[in-house]
Nanobody, 123 residues
Framework: QVQLVESGGGSVQAGGSLRLSCAAS????????MAWFRQAPGKQREGVAV????????QYADSVKGRFTISRDNAKNTLTLQMNSLEPADTAMYYC????????????????WGQGTQVTVSS
C-alpha cells in the first residue's frame, strides 16, 4: 500500500512560482511511476506531469511544458513539481499519484492518490 502526502500549495500572483512536494511511503515498486494531476472546480482531473522511477523520463501536458518541472528523489521518497510563470488558468487542486505499471497522464489508471494541495493564481 502506498501513502502520498502533498504540500507546498498556496496563493501567488500571475508570473510567480510555487514548488509542490509529495512525500511517499509504502511499497517501492508500487511507485514506479509518479505523477501530478490537477482539478479545477467543475472540470475533469487532468494530468500535468509524470516521471518514472528508473531513468527519470518525464512527460508533460502541453499546457505546462516549459513552465513546470517534475522531479523525484528516490532516496528521500519525494516527488516535486516546480511551477514557474504561473497563470490564473493553473488554479486548481493539485494531486500526487502513483502506480506500478502505468506511466501516463490518464487519471483512471492510477491506483494511489494523495489528498491534494490547493494552488491559486491571481491576475
Amino acid at each position: 500500500q502506498v501513502q502520498l502526502v502533498e504540500s507546498g500549495g498556496g496563493s501567488v500572483q500571475a508570473g510567480g512560482s510555487l514548488r509542490l512536494s509529495c512525500a511517499a511511503s509504502g511499497n517501492t515498486s508500487s511507485r514506479n511511476c509518479m505523477a501530478w494531476f490537477r482539478q479545477a472546480p467543475g472540470k475533469q482531473r487532468e494530468g500535468v506531469a509524470v516521471i518514472n522511477r528508473i531513468g527519470g523520463t518525464a512527460q508533460y501536458a502541453d499546457s505546462v511544458k516549459g513552465r513546470f518541472t517534475i522531479s523525484r528523489d528516490n532516496a528521500k521518497n519525494t516527488l516535486t513539481l516546480q511551477m514557474n510563470s504561473l497563470e490564473p488558468a493553473d488554479t486548481a487542486m493539485y494531486y500526487c499519484a502513483a502506480d506500478q505499471l502505468y506511466c501516463g497522464l490518464r487519471a483512471e489508471w492510477y491506483r494511489a492518490w494523495g489528498q491534494g494541495t490547493q494552488v491559486t493564481v491571481s491576475s
